[in-house]
């Protein structure tokens, strides 16, 4: 029989400053199956609204359509009118570190790599120092593989996992819980649907209100061997039957969890490096000059 060894980190890196300065802690966001030597961005921009918020307008007109590009930044984008038209008008765009964009023009979708949206025409028209303001809030901070289509921050490298990391847990599920009995639940216990008879085994328990002994409890229920599909239905337990109450099917449980990479100052065989399926040999070319613009840079296998 042909056995195939898989790839250590001493075969990708070559060489670091020292583990407290090029290694970072980073939070792995939940349904990632990432093998050591991936390549992963950061979640730097979080969703914008889809309209702008207005200031003291004269004009009736709104800021719609609205959507961040790959290029945005975390920030307000500030949209003031500085030309009357009728039925139109025209508004300058500054980024959220004032620097200046082109210009916009009511009626006109207005396509940036940064931010995109149309200015709406209303009665009366706009008038001078007419403004809206969009705001880009931050991201997760989560990482998650390099996501080259992403306008969320991870389509820039930002780091290499320097081991692999399965955040795709299926068997596990979750459920939200209210009208906790007065005994206590505890992770281990088997519970089942009183209606559905649908089975399965506590592993955690998270309150978030309440508590057991008054039979408020509220919260989390983390359940893994679940066979059958529980409904709106009491849970029965083997301390308690109605130990508490769910309004619904448990859900995929797919928790988040922390990793180590290199995020700077490194040397690396790029060969060993692990990619998104379908990125394109340019695509890996920026990347890499991405992580070399971090210290990160590539060496021969010698």
Not at 243 to 266: F, L, M, Q
């Amino acid at each position: 029989m042909q056995m195939t060894e898989g790839n250590y980190l001493g075969d990708l890196l070559k060489w670091e400053m020292d583990n407290n300065h090029s290694r970072e802690i980073v939070l792995v966001q939940a349904g990632q199956n990432l093998a050591m030597g991936s390549v992963i961005g950061k979640i730097t921009a979080g969703a914008v609204p889809t309209t702008g918020t207005a200031g003291t307008n004269t004009g009736g007109g709104t800021c719609a359509s609205v959507t961040g590009g790959p290029a945005r930044k975390v920030g307000v984008y500030e949209l003031t009118c500085v030309a009357v038209v009728s039925g139109g008008g025209v508004f300058t765009v500054k980024d959220p570190e004032g620097l200046g964009l082109p210009n916009a023009y009511v009626g006109q979708a207005y396509t940036n790599p940064a931010i995109n949206f149309t200015l709406v025409d209303g009665t009366p028209d706009f008038a001078l120092g007419d403004s809206f303001k969009i705001t880009v809030p931050a991201g997760s901070g989560r990482v998650k593989e390099l996501d080259i289509a992403g306008i969320d921050g991870a389509a820039e490298a930002y780091g290499i996992l320097i081991a692999g990391i399965d955040t795709t847990d299926t068997t596990k599920r979750q459920v939200a819980f209210t009208s906790g009995g007065d005994a206590e639940l505890q992770p281990g216990d088997f519970v089942t649907g009183a209606s559905s008879g649908a089975k399965a085994q506590v592993v955690s328990i998270s309150l978030t209100s309440g508590d057991w002994a008054s039979g408020t409890a509220a919260g989390v229920l983390v359940l893994d061997n679940q066979t059958g599909t529980f409904q709106s239905e009491n849970l029965d337990a083997p301390l308690q039957s109605n130990i508490c109450s769910i309004g619904a099917n448990s859900i995929a449980y797919n928790p988040e969890s922390n990793a180590v990479a290199i995020v700077r100052d490194a040397q690396i065989v790029a060969d060993y490096l692990s990619w998104p399926a379908g990125i394109t040999e340019n695509q890996k070319t920026a990347a890499i000059l991405q992580l070399a613009r971090k210290g990160i840079v590539t060496r021969s296998d010698v």
